[in-house]
């Protein structure tokens, strides 16, 4: 899939097929995550891949918006390494853009895919801390469900003209 076309028409999809992801995908995945830009180049990040249904749903009953875990075969946790970067609103944006970058990867090799939201929400930080027993200095900053798709999504533009400025507000 082209590259335009793969931002354009990804979207999030939250039903999947009872089928595992093989580990050569899972591993473009995660080479895709890992291409993504960070400040100073410094790549302050770890990819946990959970693919243990106890985890999975463990998850789903604290995560409030998590409801589609227990049919997902698969979900990265993108956190971030405050030893290589102190600043978590750095450690953010970095592991937001690999978050971007995977999902668009698992669109294009025909998987579904959502992110879901742990940073900067403490309980949801401190419960798959706890879950997953992260180190002291590793912040998780997004979950990505992952499966083969079980719905379709109609690709939606929105490119909206009032919320562009040129050169002054
Ligand atoms: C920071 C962030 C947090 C999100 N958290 C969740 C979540 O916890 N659960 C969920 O089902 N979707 C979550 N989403 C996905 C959004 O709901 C989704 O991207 C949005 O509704 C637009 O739909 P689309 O992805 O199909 O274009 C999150 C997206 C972002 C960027």
Not at 20 to 41: F, K
């Amino acid at each position: 899939m082209e590259a335009l076309e793969a931002i354009l028409s990804r979207r999030s999809i939250r039903k999947y097929q009872d089928r595992a992801i093989p580990e050569e995908v899972v591993h473009q995945l995660l080479e895709a995550g890992m291409s993504a830009p960070t400040a100073r180049n410094m790549k302050p990040w770890y990819f946990l891949v959970i693919n243990e249904r106890p985890i999975l749903d463990a998850i789903a009953g604290f995560h409030p918006y998590a409801a589609m875990l227990p049919e997902a075969p698969l979900a990265i946790l993108v956190c971030g390494d405050r030893e290589a970067e102190p600043i978590d609103g750095f450690l953010s944006q970095n592991c937001s853009a690999a978050t971007e970058n995977i999902l668009l990867a698992a669109h294009a090799l025909g998987l579904g895919a959502v992110w879901l939201g742990i940073y900067p929400r403490q309980e949801r930080i401190e419960a798959i801390s706890q879950l997953i027993g992260l180190p002291e200095l590793v912040l998780p900053i997004t979950l990505i469900a992952v499966g083969y798709p079980a719905e379709e999504k109609k690709t939606r533009n929105r490119f909206d003209r009032s919320k562009v400025r040129y050169n002054h507000w």
